[in-house]
């Protein structure tokens, strides 16, 4: 599943008519070498920074670094390109915090994500899908810094206003699990099968929610699948790894 902020571009309002705004036609040219040549689009958000880009030079950055898996790198960017908005009072800051909390994910920083996010989600400018991203992304953080129960009511959030990404409904049904709320972890699972039967991650917590449940052989089957769809990945181990309790024994 890929990390969904970074791949969201927050567009700056184009002209009613005629062509793009000199300054928007930059920001769209830097984000293109940014997708497509990150280096190039590194040295450009560079020279545009140089010449007063301000926050849409500083998030082209970051985008780049995020291209290029300089999570790191990319987190700052996104959050100078934040602070800088923040100055020049503009709503796009939301989307910026938003987007060096999942970088800071990507980097394994979970304590600076939360507080990247929580800066997104206090500001009440974010809606609809990426209201519902920034909550997943504050859950995975919480959850990554072992604040297990704090994450719930994201989780909830996320499930209302992100319905169709099934990483929200599967780290949902992972905690209910854990948390010993079988029920919600059944109607949870089988959201995130319906909209990511074919990811390995999805079918090892199915069949670890059926197991719990006592379903042997829906637990074996979804299982196998996991090991299938990722044999040298990390779900499929851990699949595999169940599956050893039906062997036979010697």
């Not at 990811?199 to 299982?223: C, I, K």
Request: overall charge negative.
């Amino acid at each position: 599943m890929m990390l969904f902020l970074l791949a969201q571009i927050a567009t700056p309002p184009a002209p009613v008519t005629g062509p793009p705004a000199p300054t928007q036609q930059r920001w769209e040219d830097c984000v293109e070498l940014a997708a497509g040549d990150p280096a190039r689009g590194v040295a450009e958000a560079d020279r545009w920074k140089i010449a007063g880009g301000g926050f849409l030079a500083y998030q082209c950055l970051g985008m780049a670094y995020a291209a290029q898996r300089r999570w790191t790198s990319a987190s700052a960017a996104f959050e100078t390109a934040a602070r800088e908005a923040e100055v020049a009072r503009d709503i796009r800051a939301s989307k910026y915090w938003a987007q060096a909390g999942n970088a800071w994910l990507a980097a394994a920083n979970p304590a600076k994500a939360r507080a990247a996010l929580d800066a997104a989600l206090a500001t009440g400018n974010l809606a609809g899908l990426e209201l519902g991203e920034a909550h997943l992304d504050r859950a995975r953080a919480l959850v990554a810094s072992g604040s297990i129960g704090e994450a719930r009511s994201d989780l909830d959030q996320a499930v209302a206003k992100a319905p169709g990404d099934p990483m929200a409904w599967l780290l949902s049904a992972t905690l209910a699990r854990r948390s010993g709320d079988l029920p919600l972890a059944q109607r949870h699972i089988k959201e995130a099968l319906g909209r990511a039967a074919d990811d390995a991650s999805v079918q090892l917590e199915a069949g670890n929610v059926a197991a719990l449940s006592g379903d042997e052989a829906a637990a074996r089957a979804a299982w196998e699948r996991a090991a299938q769809l990722a044999p040298e990945a990390e779900p499929g181990a851990a699949a595999r790894a169940a599956l050893k309790q039906f062997d036979a024994p010697q």
